[in-house]
T-cell receptor, first 119, second 110 residues
Framework: GAVVSQHPSWVICKSGTSVKIECRSL??????MFWYRQFPKQSLMLMAT?????????EQGVEKDKFLINHASLTLSTLTVTSAHPEDSSFYIC???????????????FGPGTRLLVL | KQEVTQIPAALSVPEGENLVLNCSFT??????LQWFRQDPGKGLTSLLL?????REQTSGRLNASLDKSSGRSTLYIAASQPGDSATYLC?????????FGKGTMLLVSP
């Protein structure tokens, strides 16, 4: 089946530093990738949708200058949290959709998540 | 804006019990509804997906039903096992977005 990986799985950083999280589709090409954030005991919230080769579409309330998304290839999307602060500590999950899936939920394959702790 | 509510927020049962998890959503104009499992600190595992035209789906000991008109879905777990302990998330979809509930944290004790 379709596999999506994320790296790193855990990251701890100091306040003010930038953190990059990678999302890779290992055995399929992903025209669309999604980034979600999940705070403890809360729902997964969609942050942004990225299509290969174009700018990401951010959800309302998500700062695009703070959460930089690059979908440079059909197998890789990166999320960079710039100047991270303690309130950015969260669980970040990506998902990927193969071509022809039109982004419908049944064609979203989820990564294992990245836990970010900002001290 | 779609809102998804899951009840109960937490559930603790002894092994062997049958149980029902509930999910409700405010906008019945959905494409489909999906149930996921999330283990602590881990990503999502898709359990069942119900298309908007379907009433239920079954996989092993799991059965999910959908009543789109009333905005409700249930996940039925038969003969629960300790390995079923996890958080169960319900998600409803528009064309290319998912709206998740907060989940039901299930603990099945031996």
């Amino acid at each position: 089946g379709a596999v999506v990986s994320q790296h790193p799985s855990w990251v701890i950083c100091k306040s003010g530093t930038s953190v990059k999280i990678e999302c890779r589709s290992l055995d399929f090409q992903a025209t669309t990738m999604f980034w979600y954030r999940q705070f403890p005991k809360q729902s997964l919230m969609l942050m942004a949708t990225s299509n290969e080769g174009s700018k990401a579409t951010y959800e309302q309330g998500v700062e695009k200058d703070k959460f930089l998304i690059n979908h440079a290839s059909l197998t890789l999307s990166t999320l960079t949290v710039t100047s991270a602060h303690p309130e950015d500590s969260s669980f970040y999950i990506c998902s990927a959709s193969p071509p022809g899936g039109r982004g419908w939920v049944e064609t979203q394959y989820f990564g294992p998540g990245t836990r970010l702790l900002v001290l | 804006k779609q809102e998804v509510t899951q009840i109960p927020a937490a559930l603790s049962v002894p092994e062997g019990e049958n149980l029902v998890l509930n999910c409700s959503f405010t906008d019945s104009a959905i494409y489909n509804l999906q149930w996921f499992r999330q283990d602590p600190g881990k990503g999502l595992t898709s359990l069942l997906l119900i298309q908007s035209s379907q009433r239920e789906q079954t996989s092993g000991r799991l059965n999910a039903s959908l009543d789109k008109s009333s905005g409700r879905s249930t996940l039925y777990i038969a003969a629960s096992q300790p390995g079923d302990s996890a958080t169960y998330l319900c998600a409803v979809s528009g064309y290319s977005t998912l709206t998740f509930g907060k989940g039901t944290m299930l603990l099945v004790s031996p």
